[in-house]
């Protein structure tokens, strides 16, 4: 699965001011825009057995506030549920 290889393009930090503020109009005021985490348990995620990269979902919690969940995807493109990813810190507040 060639995609799994090459999926992601780098942006330039103009591109992603944009894309962020586009974004951002779009939602109300005090929403969640990104979250943050840390290297050490993204690096812990990607190494599970058999991990070539990172799915990230778009979730919400049962109160509704947003957030995401990242899980290690291997060779054949199949979420690995071993390890799972969640509770970054939210922006905001922790912006």
């Known amino acids: 699965m060639e995609w799994l290889k090459k999926s992601g393009e780098f942006i330039?930090?103009?591109q992603s001011?944009?894309?962020i503020d586009?974004?951002?109009?779009?939602?109300?005021?005090?929403?969640?825009?990104s979250i943050y985490f840390s290297?050490?348990?993204v690096r812990e995620l990607l190494q599970e057995e058999d991990a070539v990269g990172i799915r990230i979902y778009f979730a919400a919690?049962?109160?509704g506030?947003?957030?995401v969940i990242?899980?290690?995807v291997n060779a054949s493109g199949?979420?690995?549920d071993n390890k799972i990813l969640e509770t970054g810190a939210p922006c905001p507040p922790y912006c």
Request: net charge positive.
């Open 78 to 80: 199949q979420a690995i």
């Open 61 to 63: 919690n049962d109160d």
């Open 12 to 14: 330039s930090p103009k």
């Open 17 to 19: 001011e944009t894309m």
């Open 70 to 72: 990242l899980k290690a």
């Open 39 to 41: 290297r050490d348990k």
């Open 65 to 67: 506030t947003q957030t």
């Open 22 to 33: 586009n974004f951002s109009k779009s939602i109300g005021k005090g929403t969640v825009t």
